[in-house]
């Protein structure tokens, strides 16, 4: 397609088209200068973007935390020069209420440089404006998919007879590739699924990737697979025609049903003399020549550099800034009269504004009295989520199709399940969908709102891209992982988790935590509740595990630390003996024959390596002191990282394999997790480490 292909350009009104226009080269201008990014997709999407938030985001510039505020995700995060040269021309504030932009022209001219407010993908909390952070494709349509299960739960919980607080839409622009990642095909059916008519997807239908044609991997017919999956399909067969594009909005915004999707036919590189619609528009900055003549084509000046025209900052101050501003004071009279007629309704929209715990939200948790049986952790870590959640009503999360095993319903009276016709159950059930669990579980979180996730441990490797992502954004979300370890069974190396915590435990900013005993499970929960800007996750068993005597034994609280002597005796110890999760009884069976047979034993629980590692020296060095180098270290899972704590000449024992299919207590036996073991171990290490 070339520009004289595209009639209806010749419909829009000059302002329109300058604005179009500047958007277009700020893109094509800072990707030339930077000499790294994606100019294709802004120029071929300015007209969508440019009509979306100049006409219709409920969106406030001066005030760009507003909790009403529609939200935009830019899903296709390469395209970031769309959503930052929109930022810059709206004129969004860093701070609410603030004169400094959040994105100057001197920032754009930085795009992807050292500390620049315009890295080479969107990153929230970085830059005022960014909704979520998005590159990995597909995470972002569904994080989207979160955020609007969030508006209608908020909605749901919040709203009074004439005090619509909260009813956001939300608008997501994605990509071919985004719509070829799997996690989408997820979001996507249980958004269809949950009537959410408030989301609409604007798909970017421009057939290019980097390989080159969609045909060479991607045939399917969209429209066809969303209609399937219960969504409205609407097509805008020119990105250029903003008529089709406000029809095609319009029909959205009347629509309560069901999501939308809009199909926009587009040209990648739109104006490009000869890298328009291929794959060359994709990935790389343009080169002189190919940005002079679609600055050509545009009626530009050829040699400009970051042009603003004078109007188009007025332009946006006349459309979005005076209907967000609007829309902003009206939501605050509202706002205002909610307060004023109900205390506690109030009370509580304060509290879900500051993001502030409820008072007493702890005071049920339970303490769990010694019993030799015990439980598995995994339920103990459901009466105590349940005990903490009837007193956090922002607090909502489910499972892949696994609550009954992994204990993560809650249960409590008015709980209920989040369905089509009930916005505001507690209860989501994600299907067995874990890729999106977890990309959706960031979009609650992104809401407002204390979210979770749960299955089993091993099928963490589903979600370790939006984990990642929950720790890069420092969303305070958290997942239940239960079945964590060998302690499966019969399940077999399949269901056995060898390398997961490992895995977690590398993701910087990531609280991981694998509770001995109920009392440890009940102390993750208060770390994990005291969290601001950290995801967590638990690490929970199958199988029964004692629930220590906390009169003989150290006190629980110390998970808190990471790290604590569970065990100890008097004087230096001869050896340490350490673990965490099902394997700390192991170590304390080995103290209790030490200790018999006159041997100075220490055990130490560790449920964090991240907690641990964030006390001061001279805890850490009471806990493992450096003197004592006899150490075993005790974990049914990967060995790798076990040595910072057991020391270049201690023990540990671990897997080194996969698991395998039998009953507990022979895998226990074949694989060396047996007290026997342990105590031979602890032996063998005074032996070596006796002066």
């Given amino acids: 397609m070339s520009g004289a292909d595209t009639p209806a350009r010749a419909g829009l009104a000059e302002i329109d088209k300058l604005s179009i226009d500047t958007i277009r080269t700020l893109a094509i201008d800072a990707v030339q200068k930077a000499n790294s990014g994606h100019a294709g997709a802004p120029m071929a999407l300015a007209p969508v973007a440019y009509t979306l938030w100049n006409r219709y985001l409920r969106y406030d510039p001066a005030h760009p935390h507003w909790p009403n505020r529609d939200r935009f995700v830019l899903s296709c995060g390469h395209a970031s020069m769309l959503l930052y040269a929109l930022l810059h021309l709206a004129n969004v504030a860093e701070k609410d209420g603030g004169n400094a932009p959040a994105v100057s022209l001197d920032e754009i001219k930085r795009f992807r440089q050292i500390d620049s407010r315009t890295p080479g993908h969107p990153e929230y909390h970085f830059t005022t404006g960014v909704e979520?952070?998005?590159g990995p494709l597909g995470q972002g349509v569904a994080n989207s998919v979160g955020m609007a299960m969030g508006s209608r739960f908020l909605g749901e919980h919040l709203n009074r007879p004439g005090l619509n607080l909260f009813d956001y839409n939300v608008y997501a622009m994605c990509s071919d590739g985004d719509l070829m990642e799997g996690v989408a095909s997820e979001a996507a059916s249980i958004a269809g699924h949950l009537r959410l008519s408030n989301l609409c997807w604007i798909y970017d239908d421009n057939t290019i990737t980097i390989e080159g044609h969609t045909?060479?991997?991607?045939?399917?017919?969209?429209?066809?697979?969303?209609?399937?999956?219960?969504?409205?399909?609407?097509?805008v067969a020119d990105a250029n025609d903003i008529h089709a594009i406000t029809a095609a909005l319009d029909t959205f915004v009347a629509s309560r049903d069901r999501p939308t999707l809009i199909i926009v036919k587009s040209v990648i590189g739109y104006g490009a003399p000869k890298k328009q619609g291929t794959s060359k528009a994709h990935s790389d900055a343009l080169g002189e020549d190919e940005v002079k003549g679609a600055k050509r084509l545009y009626g530009w000046p050829e040699d400009a550099q970051f042009l603003v025209p004078d109007g188009v900052h007025e332009n946006f101050r006349d459309g979005i800034g005076k209907r967000g501003a609007a829309l902003y004071d009206e939501w605050q009279g509202l706002f205002a009269k909610a307060k004023e007629s109900d205390a506690a309704h109030a009370e509580q929209l304060d509290a879900f504004l500051e993001g502030r715990l409820p008072e007493g939200w702890d005071k049920d948790i339970p303490f769990f009295e010694p019993d030799a049986k015990g439980l598995a952790t995994r339920e103990s870590s459901g009466k105590v989520l349940n005990a903490i959640a009837q007193h956090v009503p922002f607090m909502l999360g489910g499972s892949a199709d696994l609550a009954p095993s992994n204990k993560s319903n809650l249960t409590f009276e008015?709980?209920?399940s989040l369905t089509p016709l009930n916005p505001g159950g507690r209860n989501v059930h994600f299907g067995v969908r874990e890729h999106a669990m977890g990309s959706i579980v960031n979009g609650l979180g992104?809401?407002?709102?204390?979210a979770y996730g749960a299955t089993f441990l091993v099928f963490a490797d589903y979600m370790r891209p939006p984990i990642r992502l929950a720790a890069l954004m420092e969303l305070p979300v958290f997942h239940i992982f239960t079945h964590d370890s060998i302690g499966v069974g019969e399940d077999g190396p399949t269901h056995q988790p060898v390398e997961q915590l490992l895995s977690l435990r590398?993701?910087?900013g990531l609280v991981t935590l694998r509770p001995a005993d109920a009392n440890e499970v009940a102390e993750a929960y208060r770390v994990i509740f005291s969290l601001k800007n950290q995801p967590a996750v638990l690490a929970l068993s199958r199988q029964p595990l004692p629930t220590l005597d906390r009169s003989k034994y150290g006190a629980a609280s110390g998970t808190a630390k990471g790290g604590y002597v569970l065990a100890d005796c008097e004087g230096t110890p001869e050896v340490i003996l350490m673990a965490s999760g099902s394997e700390v009884q192991l170590c304390l069976g080995a103290y209790d024959a030490l200790t018999a047979e006159g041997v100075k034993a220490r055990v130490v629980s560790m449920p964090s390596w991240d907690l641990f590692e964030r006390q001061d020296e001279a805890y850490r060095h009471s806990v493992l002191p450096p003197a004592v180098k006899?150490?075993?270290a005790v974990e049914q899972g990967s060995v790798i990282g076990w040595d910072r704590y057991a020391g270049s000449?201690?023990?540990?024992?671990?897997?080194?394999?996969f698991g395998a299919s039998a009953p507990l207590k022979d895998l226990l036996s074949k694989f060396g997790f047996t007290p026997e073991k342990v105590l031979e171990a602890a032996k063998a290490q005074v032996k070596k480490h006796k002066h």
């Fill in 446 to 450: 992104l809401s407002g709102l204390r």
């Fill in 630 to 632: 006899a150490r075993v």
């Fill in 132 to 134: 979520t952070t998005t």
């Fill in 506 to 508: 590398c993701i910087p």
């Fill in 649 to 657: 000449e201690g023990m540990i024992i671990g897997m080194h394999t």
């Fill in 414 to 416: 008015g709980a209920g």
């Fill in 215 to 235: 045909e060479l991997a991607f045939g399917e017919e969209v429209a066809t697979r969303f209609l399937a999956y219960g969504w409205q399909v609407l097509r």
